[in-house]
């Protein structure tokens, strides 16, 4: 049973919701995309400076060569997600001849983002120097 506020409530979100324009997904996916993009040429950049850290730090570093390699592969990754990032841009949403493709990409793209994920956790455990406080404490 409804009451009167109530029923006026229900009225002002049933107009609320009649006058609001329709989501545009093509804008959506777009601005979702180029925030991926921006997200990802961060990250690259993070990872070039580590890089340079790491052969600056030469090859006596513990890791060494386990960590430029794990670089290397999230920046492979990176470009391979930036690529994908760019064509799926590129594409209009709302044409269904392109949904299906698209839906393909933005699979490999969320794939190649969460490897590239998972290998920067790799990177920042093996990437991590003891100094300062924690370099004289024995764990």
């Known amino acids: 049973k409804k009451?009167?506020?109530?029923?006026?409530?229900?009225?002002?979100?049933?107009?609320?919701r009649i006058s609001t324009p329709n989501l545009n997904m093509n804008l959506y996916a777009t601005k979702k995309t180029v925030a991926e993009g921006m997200l990802d040429i961060a990250l690259f950049l993070a990872n070039i400076t580590h890089?340079?850290?790491?052969?600056?730090?030469?090859?006596?570093?513990?890791y060494y060569a386990?960590?430029?390699t794990l670089?290397?592969?999230s920046l492979a990754l990176q470009i391979?997600?930036?690529?994908?990032?760019?064509?799926?841009?590129?594409?209009?949403?709302?044409?269904?001849a392109n949904q299906k493709r698209l839906d393909?990409?933005?699979?490999?793209?969320?794939?190649?983002?969460?490897l590239i994920f998972?290998?920067?956790?790799?990177?920042?455990?093996?990437?991590?120097?003891?100094?300062?406080?924690f370099a004289r404490m024995h764990f």
């Open 66 to 68: 386990a960590v430029l």
């Open 104 to 114: 393909s990409l933005n699979n490999k793209a969320t794939l190649a983002i969460f």
């Open 118 to 133: 998972i290998t920067n956790i790799f990177i920042s455990v093996l990437g991590m120097e003891r100094t300062g406080l």
């Open 51 to 62: 890089m340079k850290t790491v052969i600056e730090q030469g090859a006596g570093y513990r």
């Open 80 to 96: 391979v997600a930036g690529v994908l990032i760019i064509i799926i841009a590129r594409r209009d949403l709302n044409e269904e």
């Open 3 to 16: 009451t009167k506020g109530t029923e006026s409530h229900l009225d002002h979100f049933e107009m609320q």
């Open 71 to 73: 670089i290397s592969f």
